[in-house]
Nanobody, 120 residues
Framework: QVQLVESGGGLVQPGGSLRLSCAVS????????TDWYRQAPGKERELVAE???????NYVDSVKGRFTISRDNAKNTVYLQMNSLKPEDTGVYIC??????????????WGQGTQVTVSS
């Protein structure tokens, strides 16, 4: 079955950067609208960034100016570039995207999550 494969998480110092990837596991499904969520311990899931089919983006206020969501259609991958990271950015980052084969029925998929830890 097709999956969203997330990568790029890790341990970084405050002020550092990471780039997360959300890639489709096959070459038949096309990625459409995509959201990045994060969930920190003791906190509810938070929508961090989203990009629609037309490339319009939105961000939660706390990451504006620091995070950038983008899509590379040739690679069928959505990225989340995270700069100037803060300890409060720590959490599991999860992508959620609409996938479809050709003009088939679009369906929503979720990635497995990747851990981001910002700490000295």
């Amino acid at each position: 079955q097709v999956q969203l494969v997330e990568s790029g998480g890790g341990l970084v110092q405050p002020g550092g950067s990471l780039r997360l990837s959300c890639a489709v596991s096959d070459n038949m499904h096309r990625i459409g609208a995509t959201d990045w969520y994060r969930q920190a311990p003791g906190k509810e899931r938070e929508l961090v960034a989203e990009i629609n089919v037309g490339g319009v983006t939105n961000y939660v206020d706390s990451v504006k100016g620091r995070f950038t969501i983008s899509r590379d259609n040739a690679k069928n991958t959505v990225y989340l570039q995270m700069n100037s990271l803060k300890p409060e950015d720590t959490g599991v980052y999860i992508c959620s995207a609409v996938l479809r084969v050709g003009v088939g029925t679009p369906r929503l998929y979720w990635g497995q999550g990747t851990q981001v830890t910002v700490s000295s």
